[in-house]
Nanobody, 124 residues
Framework: QVQLVESGGGLVQAGGSLRLSCTAS????????MGWFRQAPGKEREFLAA????????NYADSVKGRFTISRDNAKNTVYLQMNSLIPEDTAVYYC?????????????????WGQGTQVTVSS
């Protein structure tokens, strides 16, 4: 079992930055692919970024490429999402997820464990 807890969300003005953190319980964090997703009101949950177990391979959605950066610290059982140049359209609940390697990192079904989410609101 892996439990995930996100933090770092909040209210920020357009053009600003936030760094989200996701801390995992359990001894096998370093063996999981980690992903970040978001869900805006009335919309489906969408993929943002993923990191391989070592952090050596990352994937990004086109909508956030160049603005968001995923990283992980396996010693701290934590994965991060640095978000820069935020726009109002980034307003959503942000979720981290853990899943096995060898599956499509962009698919929700590739992830077994999910956090409760943290709200990010970007004002114009």
């Amino acid at each position: 079992q892996v439990q995930l807890v996100e933090s770092g969300g909040g209210l920020v003005q357009a053009g600003g930055s936030l760094r989200l953190s996701c801390t995992a319980s359990g001894r096998t964090f370093s063996s999981y692919r980690m992903g970040w997703f978001r869900q805006a009101p009335g919309k489906e949950r969408e993929f943002l970024a993923a990191s391989s177990w070592s952090g050596g391979i990352t994937n990004y959605a086109d909508s956030v490429k160049g603005r968001f950066t995923i990283s992980r610290d396996n010693a701290k059982n934590t994965v991060y999402l640095q978000m820069n140049s935020l726009i109002p359209e980034d307003t959503a609940v942000y979720y981290c997820a853990a899943g096995g390697m060898g599956r499509d990192p962009r698919q929700l079904s590739s992830y077994t464990y999910w956090g409760q989410g943290t709200q990010v609101t970007v004002s114009s």
